[in-house]
Structure formats: C-alpha cells, structure tokens
C-alpha cells in the first residue's frame, strides 16, 4: 500500500479552493448578516461523510502536527463517537454526535477542517454531474434569517459550490494520477479517517 499525500502544487491548489469556499461564504454571511457571534448550539456534531482522499489526506497533514498524547486522547474519543454513530444508525436514526475534533466548542484542526465544515452554515446550491440540482437551506440559524428576510421566487441569496465542487474533483483526480475511477469511493467520518489512519491505496503492479 502507498500513502496518499497531498503536498507541494496539490497542496497549494487544496488550500486556493479552501480560500475561494471562505470568500464565498463570507460575502454570503455578510450580506445576509448572519454570524455564528452567540450562537446556542455547535453544529460539530452534525452527521457528516467525506468523500475525497485529499481531504483525508490533508486532515491528517494536521492531526500528526499534535503531540503523542493528545493524538491518542483524539483517537479514543473518535472510537466512542464511531460507536455512538453506529448505534444511532442502527436505530435508523441520523447520528447527532460531537466530532472528536472539537474541545469545549472549537475545533482542535481549524485550519485543516474538511469542505463540509467550511461551508455548513449558509445556504448554498450545487449541480450534480448527472445534472440534479441541490440545494442546501443552511443551519437551523440561517434559515431562520433567510426564511425572515431574503426567501424570494428566485431563491436566496446562497454559495454555488459547483465550481468549488469540480476544482477538488479536478484535484482529487490528479493526486491519483488521473486513476480515481480506479480506487474505492470514499464515504467516511472525520472520525473513521482518523481510526484508519492516512489514506493509502495500492500500488500497481507497473510501480512495484
Ligand atoms: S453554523 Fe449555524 S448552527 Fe453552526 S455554530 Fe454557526 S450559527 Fe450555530
Ligand atoms: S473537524 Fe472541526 S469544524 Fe469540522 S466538525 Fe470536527 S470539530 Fe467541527
């Protein structure tokens, strides 16, 4: 198995799509007004999946910066929220569980946070490829302020992630060598990506 590392160019076009998804979401924030300033609850422990090994791999570009211990304290917390998840699941209901991330309210990796945590919040729309259009309403807050101020026949002020969305599959792409179709989808939890260590994929028989 060979590790997955997104470093160098990879990294740097990782970190410019992180920055355009801050830019969006900022503009969006301002002109709507809307702030996480006093919020009641932590959205760290909405039920999330990630799908891409760029991510995975910039995650735990952040988690081995931690020392030893608090890497194992991390890891710990990950299992009980694995379990707890899976209960929930298995009770068909939606896991609502804070991230093994999270310490009295902030995010131990901020700056190494995945897509889904920089752009929950606002609302935001996407075009899947197959052309299906998404949208997204925003945290219980937001909606509350849309549904107040801004709702109108051509829908509210939002983030279009499609762009954002084709640059890391673009990215994703390449960090695979041009092979993801190859490899097996990902469908994890920041906590799964954690247990199971930095993404690796196999390596073809050409590079043995
Ligand atoms: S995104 Fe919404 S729910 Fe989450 S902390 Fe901010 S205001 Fe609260
Ligand atoms: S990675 Fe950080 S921002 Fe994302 S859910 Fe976990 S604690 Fe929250």
Redesign the pocket.
């Known amino acids: 198995m060979k590790e997955i590392v997104v470093a160098g160019p990879m990294l740097h076009r990782l970190s410019r799509i992180y920055e355009e998804m801050e830019t969006e979401y900022n503009r969006v924030a301002v002109q709507l007004g809307f702030s996480c300033e006093g919020c009641p609850d932590?959205?760290?422990?909405?039920y999330?999946e990630h799908h891409t090994y760029a991510e995975w791999s910039y995650?735990w570009l952040g988690f081995r910066h931690l020392p030893a211990e608090e890497q194992q304290e991390i890891l710990l917390r990950a299992e009980a929220y694995q379990r707890a998840c899976e209960d929930a699941l298995a009770r068909e209901e939606r896991p609502q569980v804070?991230?093994?991330?999270?310490?009295q309210g902030?995010?131990?990796?901020?700056p190494?946070?995945?897509m889904?945590?920089?752009t929950?919040g606002v609302p935001a729309t996407m075009t899947r490829p197959d052309g299906r259009r998404l949208r997204f309403p925003g945290c219980f807050r937001c909606q509350e302020l849309v549904a107040g101020q801004y709702q109108n026949e051509e829908g509210v002020l939002c983030v279009e992630r499609t762009p954002l969305l084709r640059q890391l599959a673009m990215l994703e792409n390449d960090l695979l060598a041009g092979r993801r179709h190859l490899y097996p989808k990902i469908r994890l939890t920041?906590a799964q990506m954690l247990l199971q260590g930095p993404p690796s994929i196999p390596v073809p028989h050409c590079e043995r």
């Not at 932590?42 to 909405?46: A, I, K, L, Q």
């Not at 902030?106 to 901020?110: D, G, S, T």
Request: hydrophobic share 35%.
């Open positions: 932590n959205c760290c422990d909405s999330f995650l804070m991230c093994p991330l999270n310490r902030r995010c131990i990796l901020y190494y946070r995945l889904v945590c920089r929950h920041i």
